[in-house]
């Protein structure tokens, strides 16, 4: 994989002007990473869109079933799913209209990278946004 999916400038970018970040995946559980990450980025000022299957409020914001449901603009999808369901979520996000894929730490799916690439989406993949904004003071 390489840095090909580790950018230092897309990063950059996408913690410092992405609005909207959409975490599929996230509950109302705060033992999770995706909730941890979550209110991380909520505390940074991002809007948070919680996506799971029970569509729960989290971190006072609604949550929805599915991105294709979601009504906001998806700056980024962060995929907090298992990797071998990545691909899934990721052609979902496509889809969506979403402008990048955020794969975090251990979360590896080459192809549905590549896909998003194709489709025009930025991707950082194998990545915490928390670790990668603590590098990036200054984003």
């Not at 913690?15 to 599929?24: I, P, T």
Request: net charge negative.
């Amino acid at each position: 994989m390489g840095h090909r999916f580790a950018d230092g400038d897309v990063i950059k970018r996408l913690l410092h002007e992405a609005r909207h970040w959409a975490f599929v995946g996230l509950s109302d559980n705060p033992e999770r990473t995706a909730y941890d990450q979550a209110r991380l980025l909520q505390a940074r000022g991002k809007r948070i869109i919680p996506v799971h299957p029970a569509a729960e409020t989290v971190l006072g914001e609604p949550g929805y079933a599915s991105l294709a449901e979601v009504p906001d603009p998806l700056d980024v999808v962060a995929v907090y799913r298992r990797a071998e369901l990545a691909g899934e979520s990721v052609d979902e996000a496509i889809a969506a209209g979403a402008k990048a894929i955020w794969l975090p730490l251990g979360v590896i799916d080459e192809a549905a990278a590549e896909r998003a690439l194709s489709a025009g989406l930025d991707v950082v993949m194998d990545r915490c946004p928390g670790v990668e904004w603590a590098l990036r003071r200054d984003a």
